[in-house]
Each structure stands twice: as structure tokens, then as C-alpha cells.
């Protein structure tokens, strides 16, 4: 055998021992042990990984909740039931979570919203109708309808209604808020489940051409702001329910003449 290859050999293979030596050293100096309640924490919650909590993930959440950064109740999709679990791994206090869920403050569908007189050709996703035309509505603030709402829900919790709205299905929403990402319109908000009171419109046009392209839309009048205590404020030509000075008793219902002030409607789990 060539007395090259062979001192090429015992270089090689002593470079090798050396390099895996350091590789060794470097593991042993530079490794960072995991703390094991991460996995367990990562085990408890549902791994749907949807970013409600507002994390990159469920187990991004629980390296956040083990290093202080997270609340023990962040995750919406596991609610109250998870967060207790949490808390007694870690040895704190769990407290109560009220279940957010989303609200369309938009009432203005295919039977309310007046039409534009040239017809929309397209694509039919909220997002590209927002951007290339605006959709086939009058109206530049409501709900285009296209249910990219409905395509970003992992859990099946919306459904584009007859009116072609969307609707939420509380029993199932999670409250991981995807679908208020989702829309280009921000006519979806997350709100705690026990809000029943809100103003259904996000148009802020003056009240002449708020009437001309919807017949729900808030014109506003400003009297449910005036006689509500601050129940009510308006923005503009908007009015929005003031939820911690709420009285529902000093909202004048009956005087607003569009009805754009008033209580959700529940949809309830379809019968197949």
C-alpha cells in the first residue's frame, strides 16, 4: 500500500477523534437541560397550535407559562379546565377565565345592504374584495361576506348564514380568534361570552349616506349616547357600548330608528 494513503488515513482519522472530542466537550459545557414541566405543561394543553394565546404554538406556550411570561389561564382553547391543571403543576393559583368569544358588529347582509349597480366579478374572498373593488356593497365598512371568517376557524364554530353573514356558534368557538385575524374589515371582535349589548354597525359615513347604503346602519343620531350615562359613546358618527358603565335599562331601544343598538343573537349547533 502507497505510504501516502496511509499517513492520509491516520491524518483523517485522527482529525475525526479530535473533532469528536470537541463535539463531546462542546455538548457536555454548552447543553441546556430542559425543565421537564415544559413537557408536562405541553402535554396537558390541546395542541391545536392556533395561536390564540399568542404564542408560535402550544409548546411555545408552555416554555412562555414555565418562564413567568405566560398566564397559567392564556390558553382560550383549553379555558378553565386547563388553566387548573397548569396551576397545580406549577403551585399558583389559577383563578376563573370568562370565555371570549367573537361578535359581528355588522347586521348589514344581502337583505339590508343596498348594492352597488355594477356588478362584482372576482374573487370571492373578503380580502381580495376589500382590496380590488370592495366588494358588491354600497357600504365600505360592513361585511363583505366572503367567509374568510369562516375558512380561518380550525374548529368549525362558523357558518355563512342566508343572509350571507357569518354567524357564530358559541358552543363550539374556543376563542382562539383566528377569524377576527382573518378579516380585512375588522367587523369581528372578541368580546367575554356574557356581553349581550352592542352597536351591530362599524360605519363611520355621515348619517345621510349611512342610510343610502344600509338599512341597519347606525345613523348617528347620538340619543342612545345622550340618555345612556355613558353606557354609550359616539365616535364620530358612530355610536359604541361603553361595557364597563353599561346600563341596560337606560338604553333607549325603541328611539333608534335602524335598530343598530341591540343584543346578540345566539346560533345554536345545527342538526344535521
Known sequence: MDF??????????GLGLILAGGLAFADRKLRVEENPLIGMINEILPNAN?????????????????????????CPVGGNETAKKIAELLGVE??????NV??????????????KMATYYGPLSCKAMHIVSGGDKLCYYGCLGGGDCVEACPFNSMIINENG???????????????VK?????????????????V??????????????CTVSCVGCGICARKSDGGV????????????????????????STSAIGSKVKKEIPVN
Not at 501516502?4 to 488515513?9: K, L, Q, S, T
Not at 356558534?169 to 374556543?174: A, P, Q, S, V
Open 4 to 13: 501516502g494513503i496511509i499517513i492520509a488515513v491516520i491524518i483523517m482519522g
Open 50 to 74: 392556533c395561536g390564540g394565546c399568542g404564542r408560535a404554538g402550544c409548546y411555545d406556550f408552555a416554555v412562555n407559562v414555565v418562564d413567568g411570561k405566560a398566564s397559567v389561564t392564556g
Open 102 to 115: 367573537p361578535v359581528l358588529l355588522c347586521r348589514g347582509g344581502n337583505n339590508e345592504a343596498v348594492k
Open 182 to 198: 382573518a378579516c380585512p374589515r375588522n367587523v369581528l371582535e372578541m368580546h367575554p361570552i356574557d356581553r349581550e349589548i352592542f
Open 165 to 179: 353573514l357569518p354567524e357564530v356558534i358559541e358552543e363550539l368557538c374556543t376563542g382562539c380568534g383566528n377569524c
Open 200 to 213: 351591530f354597525c362599524k360605519n363611520q359615513d355621515d348619517p345621510k349616506r349611512s342610510k343610502e347604503v
Open 233 to 256: 359613546v359616539m365616535n364620530g358618527y358612530l355610536g359604541k357600548v361603553n361595557h364597563d358603565l353599561l346600563d341596560v335599562t337606560k338604553i333607549p331601544f325603541d328611539k333608534c
Open 94 to 99: 389559577a383563578g376563573e377565565t370568562v370565555k
